[in-house]
C-alpha cells in the first residue's frame, strides 16, 4: 500500500508539471520583435514625388504631406516626430545620434500598440533672404512661421530631416528613436528639395 | 499742485496694476498649461502600465484616443485657461479608467492562472489514477467479453 502511495504521487508530480508547463506556456504571451516605423507620404499618399514637378520648389506652394507612424512595441507609445531643416553639408542623424542642426517643432500623438497615428504635415516657402549667393527660406509649417538658419548656395540641396522619439517615462522626457531590446534605436528621413531663385 | 500730484501717483498705480494683472494672468495661464502636461504624462504613464498588465486592445485603443484629445487641447491653450482645464479635467478621467482597467486586467489574468493550473491538477489526478487503475479497467473488459461468449 506504502509503495503504491509512493508510485501515485511520482505519476501525479511529474504529471502536475507537464500539464502546469502547457498551461504556462498556453498563458505566456507569444514573443515577438519590438519596432516603430515611419514614412512620409507625398500629397498624393505615396513615398516619392514630394514636390514633383515643382522642383525648385517656389514661394508659397503649399506641400501637404503626412507621416504615418506605426508602433509595433507591444505596449502604447508616446511619439514625437521633430523636424529640422538641413543643407547638402548638414551631419545626418544615426541610428544613436541626432541630427545636430536646431530642430523648427515637435508634433506628437499617442499611438497605441498594432495601430498607426497620422500627423499632418503641411510647409510651404513663405520667402527668401539672399545673402552672399547662399539662400535662407522662411517656412511656413503646420500654420507656424519659421526662420531657417540653415542656407544654401544658389538654393540648392536642402532637405526636411524627421526624426522619431519616444517618450521616456523614466526620464520624464523625449529620446531619441526607441527603446530596442538592447539599445535605442534611431529612425529618421530625410527628403530633399531646391528652392527656387 | 497738489491734486496734480495725487492724480498722477493715481495714474502710475492703476498702470502698475493693469501691468500686474497681466503678468499674473500669463504666469496663471503657462502654470496651467504646465500642471495640465503634467496631468497628461500621469494619465499616459497610467494607461501604459493597464496596457503592461494585459488589458484589452479595445480599451487601450479608446484611452489612446482619449489621450490624443487631451494632447490637442493643450496644444490649443494658447489664449485662455479653459483649454487646458478641459486638458487636466479629461486626463484625470483617463488616470481613472486606467486605473480601471489596471485592476480588471490583473484580475483576470491571476483568474486566467487559476483555472489554468487548476485544470492541470485535476487532468494530472485523472491521468494518474488512469494510468495506475488501468489494469482493472482492463480485467473488466476482459470479464464482459468472457461473459459474452456463446456457451456451447
Known amino acids: ?188 528621413l530625410q527628403v530633399w528639395f531646391n528652392v527656387a531663385l | 499742485m497738489r491734486f496734480h500730484l495725487t492724480a498722477l501717483l493715481g495714474i502710475f498705480i492703476l498702470l502698475l496694476s493693469t501691468f500686474g494683472t497681466g503678468d499674473e494672468g500669463a504666469w496663471a495661464q503657462a502654470d496651467q498649461i504646465t500642471v495640465s502636461r503634467n496631468k497628461l504624462i500621469e494619465a499616459f504613464q497610467a494607461v501604459q502600465a493597464a496596457d503592461l498588465q494585459g488589458a484589452s486592445q479595445v480599451d487601450i485603443a479608446r484611452l489612446a484616443n482619449q489621450l490624443n484629445k487631451a494632447l490637442f487641447y493643450i496644444e490649443n491653450a494658447n489664449g485662455s485657461n479653459s483649454y487646458a482645464n478641459m486638458s487636466a479635467t479629461l486626463s484625470s478621467q483617463i488616470t481613472g479608467s486606467a486605473l480601471v482597467l489596471q485592476n480588471r486586467a490583473l484580475s483576470q489574468v491571476l483568474l486566467a492562472q487559476a483555472w489554468a493550473y487548476s485544470i492541470a491538477i485535476v487532468t494530472s489526478l485523472f491521468s494518474t489514477l488512469l494510468l495506475m487503475e488501468a489494469h482493472r479497467i482492463r480485467d473488466f473488459l476482459q470479464k464482459r467479453r468472457f461473459f459474452k461468449l456463446p456457451l456451447r
Open chain 1, 1 to 188: 500500500m506504502r509503495r503504491k502511495i509512493i508510485v501515485f504521487l511520482v505519476f501525479f508530480a511529474a504529471f502536475s508539471l507537464v500539464y502546469s508547463s502547457i498551461g504556462f506556456y498556453a498563458l505566456s504571451p507569444r514573443p515577438s520583435q519590438p519596432f516603430m516605423g515611419f514614412g512620409v507620404f507625398s500629397e498624393n499618399g505615396l513615398l516619392s514625388g514630394y514636390v514633383n514637378g515643382t522642383n525648385p520648389v517656389m514661394v508659397n506652394r503649399t506641400f501637404n504631406w503626412h507621416l504615418d507612424v506605426t508602433n509595433r512595441m507591444g505596449v502604447i507609445q508616446y511619439v514625437g516626430i521633430v523636424y529640422r531643416i538641413g543643407n547638402g553639408s548638414t551631419a545626418s542623424p544615426t541610428t544613436s545620434q541626432p541630427a545636430s542642426v536646431p530642430q523648427f517643432g515637435i508634433a506628437d500623438m499617442f499611438i497605441a500598440n498594432g495601430e498607426t497615428g497620422m500627423i499632418s504635415f503641411a510647409w510651404s516657402i513663405i520667402s527668401k533672404n539672399e545673402t552672399g549667393g547662399s539662400v535662407f527660406p522662411n517656412l511656413m509649417i503646420n500654420g507656424q512661421r519659421f526662420t531657417s538658419p540653415i542656407g544654401a548656395l544658389s538654393g540648392r540641396d536642402f532637405r526636411l530631416i524627421f526624426e522619431l522619439w519616444t517618450f521616456d517615462v523614466p526620464s520624464s522626457s523625449f529620446q531619441y528613436g526607441w527603446k530596442g531590446p538592447n539599445s535605442r534605436v534611431g529612425s529618421w
